[in-house]
């Protein structure tokens, strides 16, 4: 390949449109804006969803749905950050504590992402399957 054989692939140019050059363009006279009205004059334009005046649809339909609020509050603690804790009793206080989780969560859910070697006993922390089984292969226990 040499730089001065580069060519575009085929079909990837088109020939922009020329509008207003005659009748036999079949672009000719109005330029495909049609007769009259706002649109069809230079400047002519309006907001998006403007419909003249009249209550544009996304104002005629009702709002639907929600943002959860505590969505991003709901945190994933991993099986290593177990690991690293000091104590065997963990609860979502100790996590905080701990600095695994922020301040503000409110819930939290052990997932299985690396090892657990020691006894642990979880008290008001979710767990996943895998985590379950990992903790209680470790000899821990999960309370609800």
Same mark, same amino acid.
């Given at each position: ?17 020329? @509008?207003?050059?005659? *009748?036999? +363009?079949? =672009?000719? #006279? ?5 007769? #009259? &009205?706002?649109? +069809? ?6 907001? @998006? !969803?403007? %419909? ?12 639907? &749905?929600?943002? +959860? =609020?505590?969505? !991003?509050?709901?945190?994933? @603690?991993?099986?290593?950050?177990? %690991?690293?804790?000091?104590? $065997? ?14 301040? $503000?969560? /409110?819930?939290?859910?052990? *997932? /299985?992402? &690396?090892? *657990? ?8 922390? !979710?767990?996943? #399957? &895998? ?9 821990? +226990?999960?309370?609800?």
């Amino acid at each position: 390949m040499q730089l001065n054989t580069i060519k575009s692939a085929e079909g990837a140019k088109h020939a922009r449109k020329r @509008v207003g050059r005659g *009748i036999g +363009s079949g =672009l000719g #006279k109005t330029g495909g804006r049609g007769h #009259k &009205g706002q649109k +069809s004059r230079s400047g002519g334009f309006h907001k @998006v !969803g403007f %419909e003249g005046g009249q209550m544009p649809i996304q104002r005629r339909l009702p709002k639907r &749905g929600f943002i +959860s =609020l505590v969505r !991003g509050r709901n945190v994933e @603690v991993r099986l290593s950050e177990l %690991e690293a804790l000091p104590v $065997d009793q963990i609860d979502l206080l100790v996590l905080k504590q701990a600095g695994v989780v922020p301040a $503000d969560a /409110l819930s939290a859910k052990v *997932i /299985l992402s &690396g090892a *657990i070697t020691r006894k642990v006993v979880l008290s008001g922390v !979710g767990a996943t #399957k &895998g985590a379950l089984a990992a903790i209680q292969a470790a000899g821990g +226990s999960v309370a609800e």
